[in-house]
């Protein structure tokens, strides 16, 4: 019993194959087995969200999905997002209005923006603060963290705009 | 933190769930969003050598509206949040799933895990009760149904048997006024205190009201003679304080990390009148 069993993910795009046992955090199969490093380990309980990628169009805390769960999924992670020559929107704007600090929950809060934009494109300052509970920052006190999403919604927004 | 090793199995249907619940007993646990269950096993609070995924199969899925309101086991309080149709014929349970956890955890936590688990934390659970819910189980020999008020014996104690599987939840959609009131200390918290109450109206008077407390006992508590104390008055701030009271002699409150006895039957005071003040006020 307990052996090991074929996962299939789609990683940024990306067809992945490998053998893991079940048990396996998702988040761990990132980092070790996929090389995305970005996803962080913070709490490990399922609350500081600094693991959080997006899986069949979710956001989730990969340190509290087994492997095994995520199995035939499709996952963005951070490295998803945009490349140090070619920031993504709202790793433009966390750079701009100071989002962060010391940037180890900011892989997850770019992950969990992203998502509360794509659902609410023009969210109030309550919104992003609500949509953004998940993720815990020590740092900042949030002011920042807030202040860039907003940024990035109103740039996205534009954006669209000009495209139409 | 890794759990123990575990077999895993991804059935599409529950005929698959059952045998393998049958196969291996005690040894065998689903999972659903698994943000109960798979925090237990990393801790190694629990281990479960057979793990059977629920994530496949279309009969625990889908939210049926109506007079009376079916909803699929594994529904998570996200998809509760998003259905339009659900939010204005029983919008209680969307504010009370805005207030479960945070966004993450609401996109995998599901009804039936919250029910079915029977960890006296969880939102679900009183809000049944208080909606007079009924559970559909579904076993070896058929399915059969549960009323939420019967189902919770202790803490993780219900009346679930090891080899029965949460399908459903059904519950007439209720008339009148509601609210979900919970006390807790952070985001991503268990309740403090909770208290789930829905009132309908006759003119000026009460004609029903139902309340149900959370994380106050080992179980839920449905307080029947508390929601007694409203019926045929006209809510005044004195029949307010009768039901808190009544309430107060229903609950059970341990002493743990979140505070006394007496300041929990404090907050679950608080939470009540604050949750028929504005049940009142919507009914």
Sequence with gaps: ?164 | MIPAAFDYYRPNDLDGVISLLQEHGDDARVIAGGHSLIPLMKLRMAEVPHLIDLQSIEELTGIENGARIRIGAMTTQADIIDNASLASSAPILKEASLQIADPQVRYMGTVGGNVANGDPGNDMPGLMQCLDATFILRGPNGGREVKARDFYHAAYMTEREDDEVMVAVTFDAPKGGYAYEKQKRKIGDYATAAAAVIISKDGSKCKEASIAMTNLSDTPVFCGAASDCLIGTSVSAEDIKNAVNSMIDAIDPAEDNRGPVEFKKHAAAVVLSRAIERAWQRA
């Design chain 1, 1 to 164: 019993m307990s052996g090991k069993m074929q996962i299939k993910l789609k990683v940024n795009g990306e067809d992945h194959e490998f053998s893991a046992e079940p048990r396996e955090l998702l988040v761990h199969a990132l980092r070790e087995r996929l090389n995305l490093t970005g996803s962080h380990v913070g709490c490990e309980t399922g609350h500081c969200g600094v693991c959080t990628v997006t899986l069949n169009g979710k956001s989730i805390k990969s340190c509290t999905m087994f492997v095994a769960q995520a199995d035939g999924a499709e996952l963005t992670t951070v490295e998803g997002m945009g490349s140090p020559d070619n920031l993504h929107v709202l790793q433009e704007a966390f750079r701009e209005h100071h989002g962060l600090q010391c940037g180890y929950c900011t892989p997850g809060m770019i992950m969990r923006a992203a998502k509360l934009l794509e659902e609410i494109p023009n969210p109030t300052e309550e919104q992003v603060r609500f949509g953004m509970a998940g993720n815990l920052c020590r740092c900042t006190g949030y002011q920042n963290i807030v202040k860039s999403i907003m940024a990035a919604a109103s740039e996205m927004n534009s954006a669209k705009e000009a495209a139409q």
